[in-house]
């Protein structure tokens, strides 16, 4: 099964609009890690957000915030108020606590477009 | 600007030659990691440095070989290069190795085509 699951297809919010980006994950780590990477066209790699798997609330960092139900194994990433410069391909990863915990794994992406 | 340094930004060679990339970590990472990234594969895990060691190789082919240097930075030597060799491949640093919120920091890639 794959770890990491990211099954929307291209994906277009309205600037200004929220959306809401979805990533399911599969471990039987008790301990692990979440998180987001944008890659705009310009191919670099930028960290958006990170939640753990006994963080209590669910992550915020500015604009981004990370929706998390453990149960349901899913680490949706909610963009607020969207902006032109969000349009990149939005990756979830995870790194597990106690196997491979040196690698972070990605799912394939999803590609986000902002129409002004 | 990440604080990762990866050069050179483009590569391109022929089939069968070799190539180095090069890759110089934040001030005060001890752990590199190589990535490849292509179209049908997505982002692959090759290799983690810790500290001048060796500490987990992913999908990383025979023909490709890492290391990383006293000073830190690390280099990718791939080898005998195939088509399917093009990608985009980066390295990535983090302070530490094995926390599970151990951010990683990617550079801005080398883009290697094979032709």
């Known amino acids: 099964a794959q770890k990491i699951t990211q099954t929307q297809p291209g994906m277009f919010v309205q600037e200004k609009e929220a959306v809401t980006l979805d990533c399911t994950y599969d471990?039987?780590?008790?301990?692990?890690?979440l998180f987001w990477y944008k890659q705009p066209s310009s191919g670099e790699m930028i960290f958006l957000i990170y939640?753990?798997?006994?963080?209590?609330q669910n992550a915020t960092e500015g604009r981004y915030s990370l929706n998390f139900q453990k149960a349901r194994k899913s680490a949706n990433l909610v963009i607020s108020a969207s902006q032109l410069g969000d349009s990149a391909m939005y990756f979830c990863?995870?790194?597990?606590?106690?196997?491979?915990?040196?690698?972070?794994?990605f799912g394939k992406g999803i590609t986000l477009s902002v129409r002004p | 600007d990440s604080g990762v340094t990866q050069t050179p930004k483009h590569l391109i060679t022929a089939t069968g030659q070799r190539v180095t990339l090069r890759c110089s970590p934040r001030s005060g990472d001890l752990s590199v990691y190589w990535y490849q990234q292509s179209l049908d594969q997505g982002l692959q895990f090759l290799i983690h440095y810790y500290n001048g060691e060796e500490r987990a190789k992913g999908n990383i082919l025979e023909r490709f070989s890492a290391q990383q240097f006293p000073d830190l930075h690390s280099e990718l030597n791939l080898s005998s290069l195939e088509l399917g060799d093009s990608a985009l491949y980066f390295c990535?640093?983090?302070?530490?190795?094995?926390?599970?919120?151990?951010?990683?920091?990617f550079g801005s890639g080398t883009q290697l085509s094979v032709l």
């Open positions: 990535a640093s983090s302070v530490g190795q094995i926390a599970t919120n151990e951010k990683l920091f």
């Open positions: 471990t039987s780590d008790p301990s692990y890690g």
């Open positions: 990863a995870m790194r597990e606590g106690q196997v491979d915990n040196s690698k972070l794994t």
């Open positions: 939640q753990g798997s006994y963080d209590q």
